[in-house]
């Protein structure tokens, strides 16, 4: 079975322009979840599905990022435009229904921004 | 906000002495404590998780203890082998709600041969 795919796994772009990160979760998982993850630091929930609906987004800056999961499968993650401070690892997290207890979060490989 | 602090930040131990690492958590609700394993440059992978209702999980090497009312909890390798060597986080499901889980800021473990 294939894990959590994220695409791409590195890029580098000059501040103020848009950027945009993919995430294929594992199939039949409801959830999926954006973390960002600052060096030496855990992730950091910014945004949580469940099949198409954002039922979390507490912690997305929505003055510049953005994410969608249309079809409650694929999900991008948007940010325009890019500030020096959101250079990170953007991981992409999927698990099963939320409504069984517990559910082990499977993370993808993560994409490493690097905002110049 | 509720939070989960974890220590020490870095640690070193020889090959096939224990290695500990606490974690504690302010949320009283909290009742999942997933631990998670990251090698240099790959994604997290859960190694070890314990519910609410249970004070001690033990899997091979690795084991975990809950403390409920003290709020903390602790991840316990023995016979550390080089392979143990990686970045662990904690985490604490944020309230009940098992899909919200806030991570410590994680341990860096080296194992000395």
């Known amino acids: 079975e294939a894990g959590v795919v994220q695409s791409p796994r590195y890029k580098i772009i000059e501040k103020k322009q848009p950027v945009a990160f993919w995430c294929n979760p594992i199939s039949g998982h409801n959830t999926l979840y954006w973390y960002r993850q600052n060096l030496g630091q855990g992730p950091e929930l910014l945004i949580r599905?469940?099949?198409?609906?954002?039922?979390?987004d507490s912690q997305l800056p929505k003055d510049r990022f953005s994410a969608e999961r249309l079809k409650g499968v694929d999900s991008t993650l948007k940010i325009q435009p890019a500030e020096l401070g959101d250079s990170a690892v953007y991981l992409c997290a999927s698990s099963l229904d939320p409504a069984v207890a517990y559910n082990e979060q499977f993370f993808g490989p993560g994409t490493r921004l690097t905002v110049l | 906000g509720e939070n989960v602090e974890q220590h020490p930040s870095t640690l070193s131990v020889q090959e096939g002495d224990s290695a500990v690492i606490k974690c504690t958590y302010s949320d009283s609700a909290s009742n999942y404590f997933p631990w998670y394993k990251q090698e240099l440059g790959k994604r997290p992978q859960l190694i070890i998780d314990i519910r609410s209702n249970v004070g001690e999980k033990k899997d091979q090497r690795i084991a975990v203890t809950l403390n409920k009312t003290a709020k903390h909890f602790s991840l316990h390798i023995t016979e550390t082998q080089p392979e143990d060597s990686a970045v662990y986080f904690c985490?604490?499901?944020?309230?009940?709600?098992?899909?919200?889980?806030?991570f410590g800021s994680g341990t860096r473990l080296s194992i000395r041969p």
């Open positions: 599905y469940e099949n198409e609906e954002a039922v979390d």
């Open positions: 985490a604490a499901t944020l309230g009940s709600s098992a899909s919200k889980i806030i």
